[in-house]
Nanobody
């Protein structure tokens, strides 16, 4: 079994900062791409930032220059540093990872999701 556990969400004033963390645990063979998504009330889930195992990143236009994604492969953890937060950043943030596990029949790769962490930015 694989679990992704997020932490670091909360309430912050506009212009403030938060740092989200997501740690993967379980019978992990390797972790490939990792990312952060968010879903605001009444809206579809959207990609915020994405990072490959090698460290290549891409961001949603709305967060470029304000958010930074990083990862620690030794700790199976991905981070999202969020600066200059705006009220429109308010959403539930979800961690995502494409993880390979060792099964009895061989290696298997699947998308895994965290439970989500609430980020609320007040104006």
């Amino acid at each position: 079994q694989v679990q992704l556990v997020e932490s670091g969400g909360g309430l912050v004033q506009a212009g403030g900062s938060l740092r989200l963390s997501c740690a993967a645990s379980g019978s992990i063979f390797s972790i490939n791409a990792m990312g952060w998504y968010r879903q605001a009330p009444g809206k579809q889930r959207e990609l915020v930032a994405h990072i490959t195992r090698g460290g290549s990143t891409n961001y949603a236009d709305s967060v470029k220059g304000r958010f930074t994604i990083s990862r620690d492969n030794a700790k199976n953890t991905v981070y999202l540093q969020m600066n200059s937060l705006k009220p429109e950043d308010t959403a539930v943030y979800y961690c995502n990872a494409y993880i390979t596990t060792a099964q009895a029949m061989g290696l298997r790769s699947l998308d895994y999701w965290g439970q989500g962490t609430q980020v609320t930015v007040s104006s």
